[in-house]
């Protein structure tokens, strides 16, 4: 029988764990055959961007597919899960209960199946990964290239953003690892892994003065009294400068308010003030030569760039799969 299965070949304890693996699975199995998986899915795809006809392309679906899908699902769950009119779409109470349990049946459903995928040395499925623009070719094409090498058939979803959603889209589920700056202090649950270190700095448009006194000293919070500035609206970088200038009793005087350092550069190139950003994306702007390095004493502390995922989220074959390749 052993060597009808194809396992002649392997020893009593592997035999034990496969088998514990098989009963795992077809246990999930059935509780899932209560509600099918596509139908999960594309409700994610749907709660995810609230517009059928972006659902139906990310579950390479019709939009009146996904409509009979999303219909069925509310009639086995007993409720309406989304409300829908002409002009738009959003969760209902029951919906946001559903989005729970979607993504935590399909976690789990892609943890035991990957599971046993992993026992057989094949990995397939998706991760969903968040991070900015300057980031995704900052860092990506080398983590990905290997990557993929290694698991031809695992399919990364990437989105991009500003780069302070990368904790907290990961804390609320919505994506499955991002890349970013280490908070002060990690939220309870969430992983970090360390990919660069990045210095943060004062940057200003070319060929202007900023605060430099005749002797070349470097300039100081207490200098820049008057100084318009371009800063974050939030985030690491915007409270490192916040603190950095209460040291000197002396408030950034704030011309403007942006989401994105990418946006930071641009303005700071057009002569409008000073602006703050880590120096990996000044080292990656196409204006890169249009702005200069300011030397500020006190230096601001450095941006820590790396990896976040949820530590329970660790446990699935994928995630770990690609946690543990910068190891290497």
Not at 142 to 154: E, M, N, S, V, W
Not at 299 to 326: D, H, M, N
């Amino acid at each position: 029988m052993l060597h009808v299965w194809g396992w002649a070949h392997y020893s009593v304890g592997q035999l034990l764990r496969k088998l514990i693996y098989l009963h795992l699975y077809i246990a999930f199995y059935a509780i899932l055959c209560l509600v099918d998986i596509r139908s999960l899915k594309h409700f994610l795809h749907l709660a995810d961007s609230l517009h059928f006809g972006r659902a139906a392309g990310a579950g390479h679906v019709s939009p009146s597919a996904l409509s009979r899908s999303i219909q069925r699902l509310e009639q086995e769950a007993g409720a309406a899960l989304f409300e829908r009119n002409n002009r738009s779409v959003s969760l209902t109470q029951a919906g946001r209960l559903f989005l729970d349990y979607a993504r935590d049946a399909l976690g789990e459903w892609d943890a035991i199946r990957n599971t046993l995928m992993e026992a057989s040395g094949e990995l397939h499925g998706e991760i969903s990964m968040f991070c900015s623009v300057t980031a995704s070719y900052s860092f990506l094409f080398d983590i990905l290239t290997r990557f993929r090498r290694q698991h031809p058939r695992i399919e990364i979803k990437l989105h991009t953003g500003d780069p302070e959603e990368a904790v907290g889209r990961v804390l609320a589920g919505d994506e499955d690892i991002s890349i970013g700056a280490r908070p002060a202090s990690l939220p309870k649950g969430l992983a970090f892994r360390l990919i660069a270190v990045s210095p943060l700095v004062f940057i200003g448009a070319a060929g202007a003065e900023h605060g430099e006194s005749e002797s070349g000293a470097q300039p100081t919070a207490a200098d820049w009294s008057g100084t318009p500035m371009i800063l974050p609206e939030r985030g690491i970088a915007r409270s490192r400068v916040d603190h950095w200038a209460r040291q000197f009793g002396a408030p950034p005087s704030i011309y403007a308010q942006v989401a994105g350092n990418e946006a930071i550069v641009s303005m700071v190139s057009l002569g409008f003030g000073v602006g703050v950003v880590p120096r990996i994306v000044l080292d990656n702007s196409p204006l890169a030569e249009k702005v200069r390095v300011i030397d500020v004493r006190p230096e601001l502390a450095p941006y820590e760039v790396g990896l976040f995922a949820l530590e329970k989220r660790l446990a699935s074959p994928l995630i770990s799969a690609f946690w543990t390749q910068l190891e290497d």
